[in-house]
């Protein structure tokens, strides 16, 4: 797998740091996850193919154990609020200086500079701030957030995860590590660049939702069906719009123009109307094989069936029976291999993954007496 060989130490946070962790195993990473001691609950539902080491970093010589862990490591993960790490000694300056190869990847909402550095947020808070949130959400309805996909996720989790593979990329012409200052603010707008730099072409002139792509064209929404169900429509270019007024048997004739912004609510009424004459299964009978660019909105049960996504293997269903979505992109000669087994337990490889750093059984013994790790092998076994 591309990232076979690369070791990685992730502080245990809520979100984006889990599926940052999560892409680099998918991809081949060997990823540890720092758990607290303590009985601590995982909320990490990203730990695909991760081990957990449950470690005190409140402890000094728990912070001796995660600095031995990083010298012998390429890339450490955390997800703290900006300082937490420099005030339990574990900032860039002190691991960079024991392990000069370390890439150190910091994965907050706002960053490490600037006034709300230090401010406690949430995604929809990091939305809002990149400027996106305020172009999110149904004509003269408030902004909405679309779940904590955009900044948690894509500005968040996947760009970190891109900022190491670049990190490690640099690293192998200059033999030198560098820190990773993922800000889920400057990702997300990032994400959004195609809003920034198409502006010039008028496509975000109007209110929020009354615009081509935001649910203002009648050609680029979502439509009910008479069983209840929804088909997604995104028939922008004339050519593929013609084939949705085909699929929908309407008269191109007798209807206003497709770029006549003003008919739109005339248009959209048409195709609302004439939608819900239909199943989802028969519109989608009508519609698979052109190219009208219209979809059936699969919901996350029936993504498994769909024949294309059967074809390709889209999502798979692990040894728990959960199904998920596979690691993306494919990769033509090392393609990632998601790992089937089930997420760790809290402490599950404490001992093992010290005994692989070079801790002796009596120095792990100590560390398990005094509470600054935990081992939970055995309820692994139960
Ligand atoms: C919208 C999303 C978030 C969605 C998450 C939800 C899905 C989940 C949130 C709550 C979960 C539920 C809950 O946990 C209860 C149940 C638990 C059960 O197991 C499962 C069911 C639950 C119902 C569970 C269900 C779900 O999982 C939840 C509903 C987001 O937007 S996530 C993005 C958040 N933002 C960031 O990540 C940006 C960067 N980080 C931050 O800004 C802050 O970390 C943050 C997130 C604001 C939290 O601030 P906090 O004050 O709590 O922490 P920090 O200031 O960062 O400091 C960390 C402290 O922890 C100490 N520490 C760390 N590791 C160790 C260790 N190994 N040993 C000892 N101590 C450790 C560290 O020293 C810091 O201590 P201090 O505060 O003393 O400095």
Same mark, same amino acid.
């Given at each position: 797998m591309a990232l076979a060989g690369v070791r990685v130490i992730e502080l245990a946070g809520l979100a984006p740091a889990p599926f940052c962790g999560m892409i680099l195993a998918d991809f081949g990473a060997r990823v540890i996850r720092v758990d607290r001691t303590k009985g601590a609950m995982t909320v990490d539902t990203q730990a695909r193919g991760k081990r957990s080491v449950a470690l005190?970093?409140?402890?000094?010589? #728990?912070?001796?154990?995660?600095?031995?862990?990083?010298?012998?490591?390429?890339?450490?993960?955390?997800?703290?609020?900006?300082?937490?790490?420099?005030?339990?000694?574990?900032?860039?300056?002190?691991?960079?200086?024991?392990?000069?190869?370390l890439i150190y990847a910091r994965?907050?909402?706002? #960053?490490?500079?600037?006034?709300?550095?230090?401010?406690? #947020?949430?995604?929809?808070?990091?939305?809002?701030?990149?400027?996106? +949130?305020?172009?999110?959400?149904?004509?003269?309805?408030?902004?909405?957030?679309?779940?904590?996909?955009?900044?948690?996720?894509? #500005?968040?989790?996947?760009?970190?995860?891109?900022?190491?593979?670049?990190?490690?990329?640099?690293?192998?012409?200059?033999?030198?590590?560098?820190?990773?200052?993922?800000?889920?603010?400057?990702?997300?707008?990032?994400?959004?660049?195609?809003?920034?730099?198409?502006r010039s072409l008028g496509l975000w002139n109007r209110p929020r939702g009354e615009n081509m792509l935001d649910s203002g064209a009648p050609f680029y929404d979502t439509y009910c069906t008479s069983d209840g169900k929804y088909m997604a429509v995104g028939a922008i270019e004339p050519q593929f719009?013609?084939?949705?007024?085909?699929?929908?048997?309407?008269?191109?004739?007798?209807l206003p123009a497709q770029m006549?912004?003003?008919?739109?609510?005339?248009?959209?009424?048409?195709?609302?109307?004439?939608?819900?004459?239909?199943?989802?299964?028969?519109?989608?009978?009508?519609?698979?094989?052109?190219?009208?660019?219209?979809?059936?909105?699969?919901?996350?049960?029936?993504? +498994?069936?769909?024949?294309?996504?059967?074809?390709?293997?889209?999502?798979?269903?692990?040894?728990?029976?959960?199904?998920?979505?596979?690691?993306?992109?494919?990769l033509s000669r090392s393609p990632a291999e998601p790992c089937h087994s089930r997420d760790p337990f809290i402490g599950e490889h404490t001992r093992s993954v010290l005994k692989e750093y070079g801790f002796e059984q009596a120095q792990i013994e100590q560390l398990l007496s005094a509470g600054i790790i935990e081992c939970n092998e055995a309820k692994a076994r139960l």
């Open positions: 005190n970093l409140k402890n000094p010589k #728990g912070v001796a154990v995660f600095k031995r862990l990083c010298v012998q490591s390429d890339v450490v993960l955390e997800p703290y609020r900006k300082g937490v790490m420099e005030k339990m000694g574990l900032g860039p300056e002190d691991l960079l200086k024991e392990n000069p190869r994965l907050t909402g706002y #960053g490490q500079s600037g006034s709300y550095a230090k401010a406690a #947020g949430h995604d929809i808070n990091y939305l809002a701030m990149s400027g996106l +949130l305020s172009m999110l959400g149904r004509s003269s309805e408030k902004p909405y957030a679309p779940l904590n996909l955009v900044a948690d996720f894509a #500005g968040g989790g996947l760009m970190c995860a891109f900022g190491i593979v670049l990190a490690l990329l640099e690293r192998s012409r200059s033999g030198q590590g560098q820190i990773i200052d993922t800000s889920m603010v400057e990702g997300a707008a990032y994400v959004g660049s195609f809003m920034w730099k198409s719009y013609q084939q949705l007024i085909k699929g929908l048997a309407l008269d191109d004739a007798d006549s912004v003003s008919d739109w609510p005339q248009l959209r009424q048409t195709f609302t109307r004439v939608f819900a004459t239909k199943t989802q299964a028969e519109w989608s009978r009508i519609f698979d094989g052109t190219d009208a660019c219209v979809t059936p909105v699969l919901s996350l049960d029936e993504v +498994l069936s769909h024949p294309h996504n059967q074809a390709r293997g889209s999502f798979f269903k692990d040894s728990q029976g959960e199904i998920s979505p596979r690691p993306a992109p494919v």
